[in-house]
Nanobody
Framework: QAQLVESGGGVVQAGDSLRLSCAPSGGSIISNGMAWFRQRPEKGIEFVAGIKWGGSTTHYAGSVEGRVTISGDSAKNTVYLQLNTMKPEDTGIYFC?????????????????WGQGTQVTVSS
C-alpha cells in the first residue's frame, strides 16, 4: 500500500537550517499538490507550507513565511521543506501530506495521504 515517508529531521541549534524530504513508498501516489504540517508540543496540527503542482504555486503559514521554502517534483510526488534561521518554537513533528484538492488547500481533512512524521528539535 502506498504511503509517504519523511526524512531529514533531527536536532539543531537556533539559527541553523534543516531540509526535510518526503517521497512515496510502496506504490505511486497521484496528487494535485502536497504540503507540510507540523505538530508542536501540546498544540494541534498546523499547516506550514503547500505546493500546487499546476504552476508550482506555493503558499505558507504566516508564522514561517520568509524562513521556509517548499519545493518538489510533481512527476515523483516528492516534496521538500527547507527550514532556515530556525527557532525553538519550530520544534515539533513534521508531516507531509498529499491532496487532490485544486485550490490552496490547508485543512488537514482535505489531504488523503500522510506520512508518519519526522521529529525536529531546535535547541536555544
Amino acid at each position: 500500500q502506498a504511503q509517504l515517508v519523511e526524512s531529514g529531521g533531527g536536532v539543531v541549534q537556533a539559527g541553523d537550517s534543516l531540509r526535510l524530504s518526503c517521497a512515496p513508498s510502496g506504490g505511486s501516489i497521484i496528487s494535485n499538490g502536497m504540503a507540510w504540517f507540523r505538530q508542536r508540543p501540546e498544540k494541534g496540527i498546523e499547516f506550514v507550507a503547500g505546493i500546487k503542482w499546476g504552476g508550482s504555486t506555493t503558499h505558507y503559514a504566516g508564522s514561517v513565511e520568509g524562513r521556509v521554502t517548499i519545493s518538489g517534483d510533481s512527476a515523483k510526488n516528492t516534496v521538500y521543506l527547507q527550514l532556515n534561521t530556525m527557532k525553538p518554537e519550530d520544534t515539533g513533528i513534521y508531516f507531509c501530506a498529499s491532496t487532490m484538492g485544486l485550490g490552496f488547500v490547508e485543512s488537514p481533512g482535505d489531504f488523503n495521504y500522510w506520512g508518519q512524521g519526522t521529529q525536529v528539535t531546535v535547541s536555544s
